[in-house]
Nanobody, 123 residues
Framework: QVQLVESGGGLAQPGGSLRLSCAAS????????MSWARHTTGKGLEWVSG????????NYADSVKGRFTISRDNVKNTLYLQMNSLKPEDTALYFC????????????????WGQGTLVTVSS
């Protein structure tokens, strides 16, 4: 079965950086688009970014565009999210999730989720 394990969360100062990782197993990682999403009590679940199975296309929510970068390593079966210029409003529980196909990564169809890693941005 799909297993996704996030890591790399923690406390960062405003303007700082963090890099999240997601180790995937139980499916052929290189065949599927992947996404990052985040949850806060105020906004609920928000899609953050997605990437095609081969890494040829990536997209971002407006709230993180220009600050976050999604990437993947299909040899290591790992998804990444580089987060720069962090803001307090980026504080959330971050999840990685599996898309239903090689080129679809939006939140309405994600079909496998990790347990999440907590990111707190505060001075």
């Amino acid at each position: 079965q799909v297993q996704l394990v996030e890591s790399g969360g923690g406390l960062a100062q405003p303007g700082g950086s963090l890099r999240l990782s997601c180790a995937a197993s139980g499916f052929t990682f290189s065949n599927y688009a992947m996404s990052w999403a985040r949850h806060t009590t105020g906004k609920g679940l928000e899609w953050v970014s997605g990437i095609y199975s081969d890494g040829s296309n990536a997209n971002y929510a407006d709230s993180v565009k220009g600050r976050f970068t999604i990437s993947r390593d299909n040899v290591k079966n790992t998804l990444y999210l580089q987060m720069n210029s962090l803001k307090p409003e980026d504080t959330a529980l971050y999840f990685c999730a599996k898309g239903p196909s090689d080129t679809y990564y939006y939140i309405d169809a994600l079909d496998g989720w990790g347990q999440g890693t907590l990111v707190t941005v505060s001075s």
